[in-house]
T-cell receptor
């Protein structure tokens, strides 16, 4: 069965610092992987997705993620954090029943001035 | 752009009331989903539907039912609201099941408080 683990429920960085949000997946088939962002009191918005075309995936707002099959990881990074990046981030893998998405529990990112 | 709308952003109901949460998508998507989101628990799937009048239970269907009479509309029903159903409810849609088409598009959410 597919599953997703996000390491760290809270991550705090200083403005301008590197952002690294960790996601490990378990999948019995080649996975499709997604990162979503949720700003306070809003729904989820797609940041980026891995569909096997390229292992390094670029998304919106300067985020990118690298698919590493050997490590079963899909970590999200951004070279320089901005205050507006403060939000909750969810990693998801395709492959639940009926091909649904399986979501991680989320990582809340805080950005300090 | 796909648009998913939910009937209310904030809702306050009393214990025992019947509650309807409505969701509408405008891109002819086959699949629609209802999640609830609670701090520390992430998103948990309540029900989903892959076609009109079809529904499947998710991980936490107890206390909920759904209705999909038209392709674009998916309703979540709390037959008798209880305080432990106080939560954020998120609706989503996707084109087809399977693979890349599983990209889900989310509505803004309904924050339900049951007193």
């Amino acid at each position: 069965a597919q599953s997703v683990t996000q390491l760290g429920s809270h991550v705090s960085v200083s403005e301008g610092a590197l952002v690294l949000l960790r996601c490990n997946y378990s999948s019995s088939v080649p996975p499709y992987l997604f990162w979503y962002v949720q700003y306070p009191n809003q729904g989820l918005q797609l940041l980026l997705k891995y569909t096997s075309a390229a292992t390094l995936v670029k998304g919106i707002n300067g985020f990118e993620a690298e698919f590493k099959k050997s490590e079963t990881s899909f970590h999200l990074t951004k070279p320089s954090a901005h205050m507006s990046d403060a939000a909750e981030y969810f990693c998801a893998v395709s492959g639940g029943s009926q091909g649904n998405l399986i979501f991680g529990k989320g990582t809340k990112l805080s950005v300090k001035p | 752009d796909v648009k998913v709308t939910q009937s209310s952003r904030y809702l306050v109901k009393r214990t025992g009331e019947k509650v309807f949460l409505e969701c509408v998508q405008d891109m002819d998507h086959e699949n629609m989903f209802w999640y609830r989101q609670d701090p520390g628990l992430g998103l948990r799937l309540i029900y989903f539907s892959y076609d009109v009048k079809m529904k499947e239970k998710g991980d936490i269907p107890e206390g909920y039912s759904v209705s999909r009479e038209k392709k674009e509309r998916f309703s979540l029903i709390l037959e008798s609201a209880s305080t432990n159903q106080t939560s954020m409810y998120l609706c989503a849609s996707s084109l087809y099941p399977g693979g890349v088409y599983n990209e889900q598009f989310f509505g803004p959410g309904t924050r339900l408080t049951v007193l």
